[in-house]
């Protein structure tokens, strides 16, 4: 429930890259908490996202022609504006624009020096793709305000959200030219914090000793970082996703957030009853029939299937400390059970193994193996690639005698990989634990959906959702649903130990123990829901609607 002493706004707008756009975890934020606000505001919450699917069929949105025609024709005839109006293709079904930024570019220099001259925002060292994501920010509050023109008045209580440092001149244009409007910017993951750890520097035992513009300098991340940084301090309300985050915040870019969004999720995605259990017994049938393929051996039902997933970030999310601790796990002597550990993290993919498909649409047992038989498509850099090199410096080929056998199946699990041809969680329920010992993760999705999906996790308390679970009294571990590792810049090798020790003390449990720890992990998840969760945007939009009326006072 929303309390009686907030403002609540008439109107919300929401931009982002991800506004049907499956990229990334953010995309997963704004999906799911649409339902939530949907519920609220019917169709006066309003997303706006790139239009980068013309001439192609985007399953994610939903054209339509009676939505806000009247404004819609206005925009596109007398604002000039290149718009499609229509629903997003998620529970909710709340109202998406979607605009072509490319007109844009015939603007560009204009808008930075505006830019500069209003926020000093340095644009001069742009490259990549920072030039096509501020002219669909531009994009973005041309729509916002060409909607505000035309359909609101003053009175209109009327906030508008900006996504990551790519959005983020929406907000400042907003703020400079339609200032009725009360300006919230989120920032998922300082664009320094991840180019930190990404270039292998040491992030949190010398965060308090980094200087975020010097650092941006070093690593040419000036104007990304100027964008967000400016945009942070003129907003009426800064926010970001968790504490950990919050940290590099206030280091990084001098400025803390006012509002703390902890990231929220629904589980209408989660099968109940008997459709789950079946589709348990589906997902392993699947896991360990690829083994038996892929490998030449037959594995049971009694096999413990261990996964990870992800970006391919390979020691941002723990891919390194995964393969690590599979390789010493494999190691331990009386390991008397055979452990399956899938890395499911979409790479470099040339296509699907035609030996292994081969081998998959048959009804045959194997016993001998395929040639490299720890992969299931070929990769474009097979010489190159981090987690086959590292497979291979470990001597980790799958053999007869490996009691843990690791496969990569670097794809997209979006039902049509050529392999498995099921979705990412028609699969991931089949996994007994799942390991995400992440060294950068603002959030978490990937643990967080996993104990939705009443499966046990590991994670680090350098991930936003580690932190959290760490915060709950009455959990104390893997035997609770989740297990929280203590992860710095310098002990790489102790998280590898205690993976590998709690992926073993997780096989001694019974199966009354497992079941306890599986309802457990369910639970966890529980709490998580947008439900619980969405209180925190309800006090930043009070934030940024006070903020702003103080804000046109002063003008």
Not at 47 to 72: R, V
Not at 326 to 350: C, D, H, Q
């Amino acid at each position: 429930m929303v309390s009686e002493t907030l403002i609540t706004p008439d109107y919300i707008f929401e931009a982002s890259w991800e506004v049907c756009n499956k990229v990334g975890g953010i995309y997963t934020v704004l999906s799911t908490r649409a339902k939530t606000l949907q519920e609220q505001l019917r169709n006066r919450i309003i997303f706006i996202g790139p239009d980068i699917w013309q001439g192609k069929d985007n399953p994610t949105f939903i054209e339509s022609e009676l939505l806000y025609t009247a404004w819609t024709n206005y925009a596109i005839h007398h604002d000039g504006l290149k718009i499609r109006v229509g629903r997003w293709n998620i529970p909710g079904e709340p109202v998406v624009v979607l605009v072509d930024f490319m007109p844009f570019f015939a603007e560009k220099n204009e808008i930075y020096s505006r830019m500069w001259a209003d926020y000093g925002v340095d644009s001069l060292h742009a490259y990549g793709d920072y030039d096509e994501s501020c002219m669909f920010a531009i994009a973005a509050a041309k729509v916002v305000e060409s909607f505000y023109r035309f359909n609101l008045t003053y009175n209109d209580k009327v906030v508008f959200q900006a996504h990551e440092w790519m959005t983020g001149m929406s907000a400042l244009y907003l703020q400079k030219n339609v200032p009725e409007i009360a300006t919230i910017f989120t920032t998922h993951a300082t664009s320094i914090g991840r180019s930190i750890a990404g270039n292998n520097k040491p992030l949190y035992d010398y965060l308090f000793a980094y200087n975020g513009d010097q650092m941006a300098g070093e690593l040419n991340m000036q104007s990304k970082h100027s964008i967000e940084k400016q945009t942070a301090h003129f907003v009426d309300c800064f926010t970001t996703v968790s504490e950990i985050t919050n940290k590099e915040c206030k280091e990084l870019l001098d400025k803390a957030a006012d509002v703390v969004l902890v990231n929220g999720f629904e589980d209408d995605f989660v099968p109940k009853g008997t459709t789950y259990t079946g589709k348990v017994k589906r997902a392993r049938k699947s896991m360990l029939r690829l083994a038996n393929c892929l490998i030449g051996e037959t594995f049971d039902d009694d096999t413990l299937i261990i996964g990870t997933s992800g970006r391919y970030e390979f020691k941002n999310k723990g891919i390194d400390v995964f393969i690590d601790a599979m390789n010493r796990l494999n190691k331990k002597p009386g390991l008397n059970r055979k452990v399956l550990a899938f890395i499911n993290v979409p790479a470099w993919t040339l296509e699907p193994r035609s030996d292994l498909q081969a081998r998959l649409a048959t009804l045959d047992e194997y016993s001998v193996p395929l040639n490299q038989p720890y992969i299931t498509h070929w990769l474009n850099n097979m010489d190159g690639d981090k987690a086959l090199d590292m497979m291979h410096y470990l001597g980790m080929q799958n053999s007869k005698r490996d009691k843990v056998k690791v496969i990569f199946v670097p794809c997209y699990l979006n039902g049509d990989d050529g392999i498995f041809n099921k979705n990412y969680y028609d699969l991931m329920l089949g996994n007994d634990l799942s390991v995400y010992a992440s060294y950068y993760e603002p959030w978490g999705y990937t643990p967080l959906e996993s104990v939705a999906f009443h499966v046990p996790t590991i994670t680090t308390d350098l991930a936003g959702f580690g932190l959290w679970v760490e915060e709950m009294d009455n959990i104390k571990g893997l035997s609770d649903g989740v297990e929280v590792v203590h992860r710095s810049d310098y002990n790489y090798h102790d998280v590898v130990d205690t993976v590998c020790e709690t992926i073993l003390n997780y096989m001694r449990l019974d199966k009354n123990q497992v079941k306890a720890a599986r309802k457990r992990a369910a639970a966890i998840a529980e709490r998580a829901l947008w439900k619980h969760f969405i209180t925190y945007y309800y006090q930043a939009y009070d934030f940024a609607l006070r903020r702003a009326k103080i804000r046109q006072f002063n003008a």
